[in-house]
């Protein structure tokens, strides 16, 4: 098909009301509809009420169709979000601990500047750059104090990866060679190295999307975790999901819970956050019919 050129003119609040009305949603509170379309915008809403279209072509709703439920999901979205990227810092700070832990015992503290322990130097070079610009910047007390006393160039791994991303992390751990101390590390959360390789750089993604306000709850993400053929924890016994859906992700994070913080309320929070949102559609998110009698799954 060919492409043609963008020329749809900017709405003022009161038009994208009238636009809505036209295409057959009910806006029951005219005021309060404005105020949410100058607060959070036309198009991010959008995503919210795309489920709600009859004839997607046309920008057509479902009879009964609401704002108001759209603004639901939209809510439903972002507290979802918010509870995700509090249990993220946790496996984040987590993991860069074990690999501080190990990496620097059975090495040293400088284990990352060495070649010799990564697969590609080309990648290897790239992070180190990286690392070595997110340590530049960094204004850090703890920081400022190192490049006062010590004339490195890069401080021990204990200091430099607290102010490094979580990528550069992954990127270091996904480039390490396969010896015993990478896989040390990803045992520790019962898991092969390949596994936790790709969970990593799925909780980057995560991140990034929670951060930057994506829409989560009926995405089909675009960074897939890998599915394990065994583990050393429970898992889930329905291997039959999609991995690409919220279902999956929030399962991943759950099993790294288990290690982490085993007596977590994350499930106990979660459900209670569907109670407040009835009108979620948990299929959607890639939940099966039997996801409550997983073990993952349980409330404890």
Same mark, same amino acid.
């Not at 960074?223 to 016994?237: A, E, N």
């Given at each position: 098909?060919?492409?043609i ?5 900017a ?6 009301? !009238? @636009? =809505?009305?036209? &295409?057959?949603?009910?806006? %029951? *509170? ?10 959070? #915008? ?61 990496l ?10 060495? !070649? @010799? =322990?990564?697969k &590609?130097?080309?990648?290897? %070079? *790239? ?10 910047? #960094? ?39 396969d ?8 045992h ?8 936790l ?7 980057v ?18 960074i ?77």
């Amino acid at each position: 098909m060919a492409k043609i050129p963008f020329n749809k003119p900017a709405l003022t609040y009161q038009q994208q009301i !009238e @636009q =809505l009305s036209k &295409r057959g949603l009910i806006i %029951e *509170n005219i005021g309060r509809a404005t105020h949410l379309l100058e607060s959070i #915008s036309y198009y991010r809403l959008s995503g919210y009420w795309y489920p709600l279209l009859e004839d997607k072509e046309q920008h057509i709703f479902k009879k009964g169709a609401k704002f108001d439920n759209a603004f639901k999901m939209y809510s439903f979205d972002r507290a979802l979000r918010v509870m995700i990227i509090r249990e993220l810092e946790k496996i984040e700070i987590s993991i860069r601990s074990k690999m501080i832990y190990i990496l620097s015992h059975e090495y040293d503290p400088f284990w990352y500047t060495n !070649e @010799q =322990l990564f697969k &590609r130097q080309d990648n290897h %070079e *790239n992070t180190l750059a990286k690392l070595k610009e997110e340590y530049i910047r #960094s204004k850090e007390e703890f920081i400022i104090k190192f490049k006062e006393k010590y004339n490195n160039d890069l401080p021990p791994c204990w200091i430099l990866l607290e102010v490094s991303s979580f990528g550069s992390v992954s990127s270091l751990y996904s480039n390490l060679e396969d010896r015993i101390p990478k896989r040390k590390v990803s045992h520790h959360f019962g898991l092969n190295e390949r596994v936790l390789e790709s969970w990593m750089h799925c909780i980057v993604y995560l991140r990034n999307m929670c951060a930057h306000h994506s829409r989560l709850w009926n995405s089909n993400l675009k960074i897939t975790p890998m599915k394990p053929i065994r583990t050393q924890k429970p898992w889930l016994h329905n291997q039959d999901v999609s991995n690409s859906k919220t279902y999956y992700v929030i399962s991943m994070l759950l099993y790294l819970l288990q290690t982490i913080n085993p007596k977590n309320s994350f499930v106990r929070r979660f459900k209670d956050l569907l109670s407040d949102y009835p009108n979620i559609d948990v299929d959607a998110m890639g939940f099966p019919i039997n996801w409550e009698d997983e073990d993952l799954w349980r409330i404890q």
